[in-house]
Structure formats: C-alpha cells, structure tokens
C-alpha cells in the first residue's frame, strides 16, 4: 500500500479523544456567559440549575419517573462505587468483566470489599464474557466497554423479574445508545462522555428497588461522607433534586445544561443515537475496505458507536513482538497528532495496540470520514519504514 501524498481534507475537529470527548458542534466559551460563579451551589438559582440537569437528563433518556437520578462526586468511578459500596453484600454477587474499568469493578467487589460469594465472568479484549444473570443474585457489568469498544448488543439475558440488583455502568453509553430501563436498577454515567460535558462529576440513577435495598440493608462496613444515600434508613431525597453531597463546579453544570439543550434541538435521543451510529457506520466502511485495520469487536453486533477500538491486521504487524507493536501504534497516534488531524486517538493504555475514535454524538461523521484517509497515509508511512528496514 503506498499512499503518495497527504490529504487534502482535514477534519473541522481533530478532538477524537474518549473523555473528557469533543463539544458539541458549534460550541464556544459564550455558551457558559450565565453560568452561576461565585455563588453557594445551595442557593436557590443555582440548586435550580442543578435540578435541572437531573430533570432533562431523565427526560432525554426516557427514563421511568419512579426513577431517582442524582449528580455525585468524582465522575462515573465515583458513582459506581457508590453503588458498590452501598448496595452490594446481602446477595451473591456476579461480575462480567472484558475491558479495564469492568475489570476494576471486578477487583473492587472481590478484593476490595472483600465479599464472600462472588462470581466473576471474564474474557479478553475484543469478546464479550457468557452472558448469564442469575435472578437471585445482584450484577455488576458495564454496558459498553470504553477500553475495548465492545458493547452488549441487548439486554435479553437479565431477567425482568429478579430478586437481585442489576448495575449498570453505562459512561460511554448514556446518551448514545438505547438502555432498557426494565432491566436495570443503578445506572451511571459523567457528563464528559457522550454530550462532551466537563470531568469530576457524575450522574447515579437509581430504581425503586435499588431504592429499597438502600433502606433496608445497611453494609457492615463504614462508608464515607460522599457514599452516602441514606438518613435515619430513609433515603435522602435531596440528592436526587439537586443537594450535591459536595460542592460542584457551576462553570461545569452549565456547560452540561448546554449540551442537555443541544440534544434537545436536534431531536432527543433518537438524534443522538443516530449520529454515533453514523459515525461507527463510516468507520466500518473503511474497515471493509482496508486490508491493514480491523475492529477490536470480533462480533459486528458488539461494535462500540462510541469507543470505536481498532486493531492492526496486517501480516507484518501481527509477526512483530507485543512491545513492538505497542510502539508502531504509538507512532501512528503520534503522526495523526503532529499533523493536528487527530488528538487523543492512541488505544487505552491497558488496551491491545491500535487506535481509539470516539464516535459520541458531539464528532461529526464528516469529520472522521476526513480523517480515515490520514490514518491510511500515517500507516503507509510507517510500513514503508518497515520494508526499508527489512530490505
């Protein structure tokens, strides 16, 4: 392959990064002109820009209204180990792992928390674990794996009826994908995913039945300020308006208000889902075309629209050692970089060797079909490297 010159087309936006992820189209500093600085997050303007976040988040998501949903600490981490911390212990716990983030969530409950019945089903980067759940016991398990850009295709194998809890973290799902609310009970996500929000914060919905387990199970362990849901065995409705536990950044919420109303004004969520499939679907028709590159997803159904893995497929590359081909994908993310087409592009640090696009609603499929054509020539060079090395 020998691409002989570089591109003409560059992308508008070269920001492909998984998170903190690109704004929103159009966005400029002026869409944060009346966030409420300098001012107590419990005041009454600002708790109401807070409440609001919560009400057309909800709305957006088509969540139940029976559903509680909060703004916590510390990002998606911070609200699934909520979850974890306070939830988990009174069931048998399963686990599916197959990236980095539902590997550590695997690690929280059996090592960290240390709990006596706990099933983990794992699998490699690029595969899904066997899905089972158990209605008897609680589940633990990410929705798309942002490390692996392999996602579940459904839902169908946790029960409706189910006696145990299912949590579900969904960071780089929330907003792109369509999550069946019957068939989860703690959902989470941060605002810097999808709608290209800001880092520090996350989002904890909750079910009536995670609901019930919080008042009716107290963990024999101590939980920290920030974990805590409950008061007096009730739990503490404020959280779910807009009380924040800790302070929050107003500048932040404001911008997630922005992009809460950016995806109002092209449609919902049906317009969002649409624009991270197109852009999954740009990429796929490349990947079919060009014999070097391969989707980290074995299975087409299990193709992240967001964190859009790819994986060298050529010969030569598979023949080198592991730490050499972490060394040409590093190159290859490092060439894109120095020619400002894409930044933030490398696979996860822990990931196979290759490249990560994300795909979220925020990138404009015209700006990665821009950059595929670079991707060929950086890669082109790079070969041409290695024949001149070999000859």
Known sequence: MAIASMPDLRPANPRFSSGPCA???????AALANA??????????PKARLAEVID???????MPADWRLGIVPASDTGAVEMALWSLLGPRGVDVLAWESFSKDWATDVAKQLKLPDVRIADAPYGRLPVLAADPARDLVFVWNGTTS????PDADFIPTVREGLAICDATSAAF?????????DVVTWSWQKVLGGEAAHGMLALSPRAVARLESYS????????????KGGKLNEGLFKGETINTPSMLAVEDALDGL?????????????????ANLACIADWVARTPWVDFLAEVPATRSSTSICLKFAAPWVQALAAEAQAGLAKRLAGALEKQGVALDAA???????????????????ADIAALLPWIDWAFAGLEAEHRKAAA
């Open 176 to 184: 792109a994908m369509d999550l069946p609310w019957d068939k989860l």
């Open 347 to 365: 696979n996860y640090r822990d990931a196979p060797p290759g490249l990560r696009i994300w795909g979220g609603a925020t990138v404009e499929t």
């Open 56 to 62: 057309r988040s909800k709305a957006i998501l088509g």
């Open 261 to 277: 109303r950016w995806a109002e004004a092209i449609g919902g969520l049906p317009a969002l889902i649409a624009r991270s499939e």
């Open 36 to 45: 409420e600085l300098g001012r107590s997050h419990r005041a009454k303007d």
């Open 219 to 230: 963990p024999p362990w101590p939980l920290p300020k920030i974990f805590r849901m409950t």
């Open 149 to 152: 850009g392999v996602r579940l």
């Open 23 to 29: 704004k929103r189209p159009g966005w400029t500093l």
